[in-house]
């Protein structure tokens, strides 16, 4: 192993023993040199991904090891159409791809994404590795956020149930629940991990709307009004804590009830022009480092073990994966959202 292998080794196995790494890749895939010889020669991984603010990963994984990580970003409403045009033409640039759980297994029916077992797996969730492809990593969690300059803790909504108190009426941020996929998800979560019937489900979804809130595109604008205050509360990505910080912002529900969210995942693609770069590359994403890099500099909620986001009472909460819905469902509740909230 030469010098730089060396310092792959060290930097990963950490404190961990001998028989282990700190990212959870074992002692024989870190003293593969044959592996990062060819990937160092190959000098490159492409990443194309969905989720943002990943470049400090990707400048740690060179800096592990030697091995140039180049991350595009491509939007959910281009990632299909983009990924299978590439494919389909046989140029294909990307040697792996990150996006929503539904996405990626659009993508391996199409042939897209090799088979591949990481060592760097080592106590994620089961139901999160058991596709021979596809990696769940982390929870796109979803809760609500509060002005914490503007509502005291003490006053804040504890449950789901109380965003639909008349008190917040006016007061409200979210995306279209008509249109925005991710927010269609959850609200039926909600419906099958929350509400005890689809009455009691259906109530607080009409008291929710009779609070007129104010409807954006996606998740992403819905942190601006109430960090100025032009509204209390956004149902919202708790990482805004992280990414927005220092601005005035909490997250609940903090009475027991579950955060809900759809599962990112990743995989390596088929006929990668840089094969074993790609696994070393998807090896060191899987690892503790990386994923606490996540954690901590963008507040994703991920799986890796004893991994989470700076973010008080988090290590706590109850996150859960929502059901992948349908095109059909998603249609089908897109509507029903969109007569209940007078979507125009």
């Known amino acids: 192993m030469d010098k730089f292998d060396r310092r792959y080794f060290l930097k990963l196995a950490g404190a961990a023993g001998v028989t282990s790494l700190a990212g959870g890749i074992p002692l024989a895939r870190a003293a593969d040199a044959a592996l990062m010889d060819k990937a160092k020669a190959q000098g490159q991984a492409v990443f194309y991904a969905n989720i943002t603010a990943v470049e400090p990963i990707m400048k740690a994984f060179e800096a592990a090891t ?53 060592p760097s797996l080592e106590g994620y969730p089961e139901w999160a590795t058991a596709d021979d492809a596809i990696v769940q ?62 009455d009691d489900w259906m109530q ?50 903090q009475s027991g009830q579950p955060l809900l969210g759809s599962p990112r995942a990743i995989a390596l693609a088929t006929k990668s022009p840089h094969p074993d770069a790609a696994k070393v590359f998807l090896d060191y994403w899987l690892s503790k480092e990386a994923m606490s890099i996540l954690a901590s500099k963008v507040g994703e909620y991920v799986l890796a073990p004893g991994v989470h986001p700076p973010i008080e009472g988090m290590d706590k909460a109850d996150v859960q994966p929502v059901r992948d819905l349908s095109d059909d469902e998603l249609t089908k509740w897109g509507r029903e959202f969109g007569k209940i909230f007078a979507v125009r």
């Open 66 to 118: 030697g091995v140039k990580g180049h991350y595009t970003r491509i939007s959910s409403s281009k990632f299909i159409p983009t990924v299978l045009t590439e494919f389909n033409a046989g140029k294909l640039l990307a040697d792996v791809v990150q996006a929503p759980l539904p996405m990626l297994q659009l993508l391996k029916d199409k042939g897209v994404l090799a088979p591949y077992r990481s």
């Open 137 to 198: 990593f982390g929870i796109e969690y979803v809760s609500y956020l509060y002005n914490t300059d503007h509502v005291k803790k003490a006053d804040a909504p504890a449950r789901y149930e109380d965003l639909a108190d008349p008190k917040w009426k006016g007061k409200i941020v979210m995306a279209n629940p008509s249109s925005h996929a991710s927010t269609i998800g959850w609200l039926v979560g909600l419906k099958e991990k929350v509400f005890k019937s689809e």
């Open 204 to 253: 607080y979804l009409k008291g929710l709307a009779a609070n007129n809130p104010m409807f954006v595109a996606s998740f992403g604008p819905t942190p601006a009004p109430v960090e100025s205050g032009e509204k209390l509360i956004a149902i919202s990505m708790p990482k805004y804590i992280v990414t927005k910080a220092p601005a005035p912002l909490a997250w609940g529900p």
